[in-house]
């Protein structure tokens, strides 16, 4: 019997099926296993053209745009992280310059004040002092006590007419101005205004005696955070009629360390505070512009005088001073940073034999300076 070489096999390369490794890398890129490059497959494999060519391709590109995009989104926040912490570097550093133009002005105005205006550091009636430190520049506002108004003695009139100088409608001024009045005024339980405080919660009662702390301002009804601080607002009318301009607030006006002197600081009092002791408008807008033409002048008082302050002003503060220091770092290539920080000390100067020459009453770790 003959034997057929075509149902024997012989001649023909066997089929055999792909390693284990292959069929696993096949499953992982979406392709199916096909025979080894030695095997012919049958006529039907040999006569079909593979659909799923350039997959392992694909699979590679979409795996790199995933690996970019991920490396890409840590380098911002790697970025970010970095640029915050050296910000936070530069607030503190550039707290500590102010905290410095503070201690200095303290000190040389205790200096001027010992020996006088001759051997003083400081001249006679500035309202501000600049100073340069090697890692950068402290403007230091002077504010006298003498330069605002006294919450506890002022009358109901006068607080309404430095509510309407910084800005308030009439209307409600004069209920803030009631308010504070009857914040600071006895009078006996049971009012309307004691009941508004009494509906809040926390509810609470007014002292009914005088402000201890000009922060209490923030308790009275009406008054705002933007009331007391101060804040920009559009001018009603005049040549900056529509632009924001500066309104001060209640805290660069009152003080709760006044005298009985009813005159107020001719080199530092805001010009609300001019206007709610009596100073004629034209005057006010006079001796501001004349500020800013001759800063530190020893004769604004003889000047004030001049354009119709009529003695309202007075020169020289009590005790009492508060120093604002606004503080800007240098940067390494010579100019100033963009970053400001403003802190702020309200010193008490003793009598010459005290044990400490002066006391800080109060610090502000952050405080504005327009």
Known sequence: MKTSIRASGVGRTPWSAPDPPVRLFAQIIGCSPTARSGSRGTRADQGVRPTNRGTALL??????AALAAIAFAMSVTVRGETDRAATGVDDLRSYYLASAGV??????????????????????????????????????????????????????????????????DPERALEIGQA???????????????????????????????LEEIEELLLVKGVTPDLFY???????AGPAAGRLVWHAGLIDCLTVYGTDDPRVDVNAAEPAVMAAVGVDPAAIAAIVEHRMAYPNDQHLLQFANSVGAGGRLREDGNAIVTFRST?????????????????GAQVKFMVFGSPTPYDVLRWYDTAWSN
């Open 59 to 64: 699979a590679v590109l979409w795996l790199s």
């Open 103 to 168: 201690e200095k002005a303290t000190m040389e105005f205790l200096w001027s004040a010992a020996f006088g205006v001759e051997k003083g550091l400081i001249p006679k009636g500035s309202a501000y002092i600049d100073y340069n430190f090697p890692s950068g520049i402290a403007h230091v506002e002077i504010i006298p006590e003498t330069a605002k108004i006294d919450v506890n003695k002022t009358s109901l009139g006068g607080l309404v007419n430095l509510l309407i100088a910084l800005g308030v």
């Open 180 to 210: 504070i009045f009857n914040w600071r005024s006895p009078a006996a339980p049971g009012g309307a205004l004691d009941s508004y405080y009494l509906s809040l919660t926390p509810s609470f009662l007014p002292p009914h005696a005088s």
């Open 230 to 236: 101060g804040t920009w607002a559009p001018a009603p």
């Open 327 to 343: 503080a800007r770092l240098r940067l390494g290539n010579g100019q100033l940073s963009d970053m400001r920080r403003t802190v």
